[in-house]
């Protein structure tokens, strides 16, 4: 990633980054801004050997406060992949099961993706509407906090049928390779999108929906980048319910009495990386009695669920989390939402830990729960 003067010049008589970032509150000695310093210095070799290279959860909050306009989260991942090839690798999450999934996705494999599709509701294997699951299946396997992502990705499919919406849903889907180029593997995620872009094109899709905020910001801003312009619309569920819903005929009841309130936890990637915040909350508030409050810290100012790409998770990780939680439950909510799988999972570990009882919902379960 190449700097301008004018950057470097700012850069240097700054430090936004290292003041908004969330990791920097939990370890004093983690500066975006001394990293990007000591590599404007020719000291590229601290930054490349360090462990605070992984440290860094591409957040995108200093980025999106950035005077200078650096684009840290990129600068991150040229040096994580160059860190890669010299030996210097991540912690690995839950032992690597998650690397290990995704790695094999690259291969000539037989998958039963849509195994959970059948239970519960209608798609196809071609058509103009393609409904991009990710690994949900994959994390209800390898993780045990609860069936999140499959009853994310059940709710989707489930609303788009009440819709008289009957998505393409695939067996030969493979992850999105958000994980992979994030962690500086950026030949696992050339494989990965190869392949995605055969089977989507082979479906006939002409519009892919994401649930999963990283499938959609992959899909949106990095893989046109290796691949050119997409031959099809990409657009994140929450956009596409929030516009499709109020003229679809379906209805919701009114939120029960004394159900308390509901705060929403933007991520990372749909908000700052992708500016998606009002469709989710025009979601929630579509329902009627809903009361809804935000927490101190929202929109682009919201603060990382805490671990990025199953590496890394620490009690750095934890301290965010259980902040967060503290956050929403300071703000009167009873109910957290999010859009975000990940968001989800890693939310609803710390909590388990906690003596706070925060019901942790995703959007699309919340949808259906209330649909009439």
Not at 239 to 248: D, H, I, T, W
């Amino acid at each position: 990633m190449e700097l301008a003067r004018e950057q470097i010049d700012y850069c240097m008589e700054c430090g936004v980054c290292t003041g908004s970032c969330p990791v920097s509150r939990v370890l004093p000695a983690f500066s975006p801004r001394q990293m990007i310093k000591r590599v404007l210095m020719d000291r590229d070799e601290t930054v490349l050997e360090g462990r605070e290279l992984w440290a860094c959860l591409a957040c995108a909050r200093c980025s999106s406060r950035c005077p200078a306009r650096i684009d840290f989260p990129e600068f991150i991942r040229e040096y994580r992949e160059t860190a890669r090839k010299r030996g210097n690798l991540p912690q690995e999450s839950h032992h690597g099961a998650l690397q290990a999934i995704m790695s094999l996705q690259t291969r000539n494999l037989s998958q039963h993706r849509t195994d959970w599709a059948k239970e519960i509701g209608r798609f196809k294997t071609a058509g103009d509407i393609f409904f991009f699951v990710g690994c949900a299946p994959y994390f209800d396997t390898a993780l045990k906090y609860g069936p999140i992502s499959l009853e994310m990705a059940g709710s989707v499919l489930r609303l788009l049928n009440r819709m008289g919406i009957e998505p393409v849903v695939s067996d030969d889907e493979r992850c999105c390779g958000h994980d992979a180029l994030l962690s500086g593997d950026r030949e696992t995620f050339h494989k990965l999108a190869a392949i995605n872009l055969e089977v989507i094109a082979g479906a006939g899709a002409k519009t892919v929906l994401f649930s999963c905020p990283e499938g959609y910001v992959t899909f949106k801003t990095e893989i046109p980048k290796y691949f050119g312009k997409l031959p099809f619309e990409v657009i994140h569920v929450s956009q596409f319910l929030a516009r499709e819903l109020p003229g679809s005929g379906l209805s919701f009841r009114s939120a029960e009495n004394g159900s308390g309130a509901i705060t929403y936890q933007d991520p990372c990637s749909l908000g700052r990386k992708a500016g998606i915040y009002d469709p989710p909350r025009d979601l929630i508030n579509m329902v009627p009695g809903v009361k809804f409050e935000e927490m101190a810290r929202n929109r682009e100012n919201s603060v990382c669920c805490g671990t990025s790409a199953w590496m890394e998770c620490s009690e750095c990780s934890k301290e965010m989390q259980v902040e967060r939680l503290l956050e929403a439950a300071g703000a009167g909510a009873s109910t957290l939402i999010t859009a975000c799988p990940k968001c989800a999972i890693h939310l609803s570990c710390a909590e388990q830990n906690t003596d706070i009882t925060l019901k942790i919902k995703d959007l699309y379960s919340f949808l259906l729960d209330r649909v009439e």
